[in-house]
């Protein structure tokens, strides 16, 4: 009778499996094109609190994957949606014009 020993070697070797992946063997594997791109964007210490604060609230309220990155794309979204079918002169003007609004603003405070 054999050991115990022995036979947990025969069954490990008669269970062991062998790994054969498909993409090793391609020639030329797909590569998957990212989807995003990572950028770098400069926020002064008021709006960078702002989107922190806000994501922290989106977050409190349900949205687990709220962050600022969640925050800075819907602003994108919705710039895109605001500007998308206006022309370079229009959207020039409107930048303009909150831009003035803004320093009005701080003119006042």
């Not at 391609?26 to 990212?34: G, L, Q, T, V, W």
């Not at 600022?68 to 022309?87: I, K, N």
Request: no cysteine.
């Amino acid at each position: 009778m054999a050991s115990k020993a022995d036979r947990l070697r025969k069954r490990a070797v008669e269970t062991v499996r062998t790994a054969s992946p498909k993409r090793l063997f391609d020639a030329e594997p797909a590569r998957k094109k990212k989807s995003y791109k990572i950028v770098a964007v400069t926020l002064n210490t008021d709006d960078a609190g702002w989107v922190d604060d806000l994501a922290q609230r989106l977050r409190r309220s349900g949205m687990q994957l709220a962050s600022r990155s969640y925050v800075v794309q819907e602003a994108v979204r919705r710039l895109r949606e605001d500007h998308g079918e206006m022309s370079l002169e229009d959207i020039t003007k409107s930048f303009g014009d909150r831009q003035a609004k803004r320093a009005r603003a701080s003119l006042t405070n």
